[in-house]
């Protein structure tokens, strides 16, 4: 079993996302971050060579590029970005965005591609 309290995480800035990646130190089949966006704030053009990406909005809403395609979520909405497709989010509300992100398999950064 594993048991990860937030009070001992330390938060990654990731060009002004704030991830608290509650699987860093594991090699499990699968990685959990929390992000919170900030507003105004986005993350860059990229793509996983790994993983599966899954998104939930646990508060506010953001804009996601997938494969060229605009997408408007909100709170409780959820997506999956497969491996090798394009992405990128950005938060344009002046309130910030809490998202969920599990890579299946996990996490791995010299597995992304970043543009």
Not at 13 to 29: H, M, P, R, W
Not at 51 to 72: C, L
Request: contains cysteine; glycine residues 4%.
């Amino acid at each position: 079993m594993i048991l990860m309290r937030k009070e001992d995480m330390t938060a990654i800035d990731f060009s002004g996302l704030n991830i608290l990646d509650y699987t860093a130190e594991y090699n499990e089949k699968s990685s959990f971050a929390v992000i919170k966006v900030p507003p105004h704030v986005s993350h860059q053009l990229s793509w996983s060579t790994r993983s599966d990406k899954y998104y939930y909005v646990m508060d506010g809403t953001i804009d996601f590029t997938i494969n060229d395609e605009d997408y408007s979520l909100n709170k409780g909405d959820f997506c999956i970005i497969k491996k090798g497709e394009t992405f990128n989010y950005r938060n344009n509300s002046e309130d910030e965005v809490s998202l969920i992100l599990v890579h299946t398999p996990h996490f791995m950064l010299d597995k992304e591609v970043f543009k």
